[in-house]
């Protein structure tokens, strides 16, 4: 049954009804959605993949790890943009389904302009009450309106348009630690930097305004997003010991791409187990918890490396009561190189 009159139409897999997608194009997107009549907690993943010629989204239902195709469910005509939320949004609807993504979350505010595929950009406005109240950098609280929700979501009004951000400006890319450190060992930018004071701080300027540096390099090679198709970088890095006497590190990345913030709980048992054994685990944290983190890592000299981990027991144990309250997005356990 189709409905072209509101730019979507709904695919029959009985009859194979609806219309041929195009040209499929490198954007594409994992979400999660819910059934409208059921509760937001029961997630289901989707894909969303973009075509052209005509420009078009496909919606189909991809659970990761189940043998099969996606399965199908809507085409919406048009390409992403700014406007892309609520098209998705009253076309989900119309098939008894809603987003659970940061566009469609009560805490998420547009910036009016899009990231580099043309998906929504927008700014996450959650706080934690319990913290004292900390300026929190654009950088971090930039979120695609895709990207994967967290657990404080809360599902806007439908009825309600999205607020605007009180940030417009353009969001430059994060600095990269590695180029940081090459530009430094040249003398002239050096000179330069301490002639016109470029390398002080700005009077009032948060630290972490200009303190936040990606850690994984310069350009390839990091992990990929579990949201589209970008590449997440490490921020920050915190190694300790646990009670078998494993290295265990917590590290917070955050996407190129569409800004999805992720906590990575990694345990190296390889020391201790012949069979080489890994664990890891994947955690979706909100823009005010990444920062929460981040400086808690920064706290401790060092933190990233092995020495002395089993000197950090105290951080280890607010980390985990942290991790308690969240539900992980993947686990597995490896044996072996």
Known sequence: MADTKQGFQ????????????????????????????????ELRWFQLLWYEAPAAC???????GAPGEPRPLLRLAGPPGEELLPRLEAALAAAGWALHSCGSCVHWRSRGQTVADGLPLGHCGWRDERLAEEPIPALLTAQSGLALGCQHWQARDATSSVPLAEENEP???????????????????RLRAWLTGARKQPAGTPAWQVRLVERSGVGAGTEPCFACQGRIANLGALT???AEGDK???SVWRCRLCHTLYLNDWIDRWERLES???AETYYRIAPAEALQLLRLIDSVSGG??????????????QILAFLSRLE???HQVKQGR
Do not use: C, I
């Open 10 to 41: 709904l695919f029959n897999l009985e009859t194979m009804s609806g219309v041929f997608p195009g040209t499929r194009t490198r954007v594409f997107q994992r979400v999660r959605l819910y059934r409208r009549a059921g509760s937001p907690r």
């Open 58 to 64: 496909l919606v189909a239902e991809y659970q990761p």
């Open 171 to 189: 969001l430059p890319p994060l600095p990269k630690a590695a180029e940081l450190a090459k530009e430094q060992e040249r003398f002239w930018p």
């Open 240 to 242: 300790v010991g646990t």
């Open 248 to 250: 265990q590190t917590f």
């Open 276 to 278: 080489l054994e890994t």
């Open 304 to 317: 990233e490396h092995p020495a002395r981990r089993e000197e950090r027991d105290d951080y280890r144990r």
């Open 328 to 330: 992980p997005l993947t």
